[in-house]
């Protein structure tokens, strides 16, 4: 079983930044590839980023390319996401989630585990 539970959401104001933190147990996770989503009120959960715990580049939806930046501290089982120029349209719960898969990882339904997920609301 796996647990994954986030952090470090907020209020803030646009073009401020925020980090979230996923933290990882249960089980090791060193095929795994962990993503970030987000779904605003009324809309589909949406692909944020994704990093993979064994290497390779890190991939990003095109609506947050440049702004945000995913990362991941092997020694603490632990992922960010690192929020910069944050925009109105950001607004979301965002979840972490983890897959063993290594194809359609942008989509929600290539993930076995969730967290609760944390809410980041930015005002204009």
């Known amino acids: 079983q796996v647990q994954l539970v986030e952090s470090g959401g907020g209020l803030v104001q646009a073009g401020d930044s925020l980090r979230l933190s996923c933290a990882a147990s249960?089980?090791?996770?060193?095929?795994?590839?962990m993503a970030w989503f987000r779904q605003a009120p009324g809309k589909e959960r949406e692909f944020v980023a994704l990093?993979?715990?064994?290497?390779?580049?890190?991939n990003y939806a095109d609506s947050v390319k440049g702004r945000f930046t995913i990362s991941k501290d092997n020694a603490k089982n632990t992922v960010y996401l690192q929020m910069n120029s944050l925009r109105p349209e950001d607004t979301a719960v965002y979840y972490c989630?983890?897959?063993?898969?290594?194809?359609?990882?942008?989509?929600?339904?290539?993930?076995?585990?969730w967290g609760q997920g944390t809410q980041v609301t930015v005002s204009s």
């Open positions: 989630a983890a897959t063993s898969r290594v194809s359609s990882t942008i989509y929600t339904y290539a993930y076995d585990y």
């Open positions: 249960g089980r090791t996770f060193s095929s795994y590839a």
């Open positions: 990093i993979r715990w064994n290497g390779g580049w890190p």
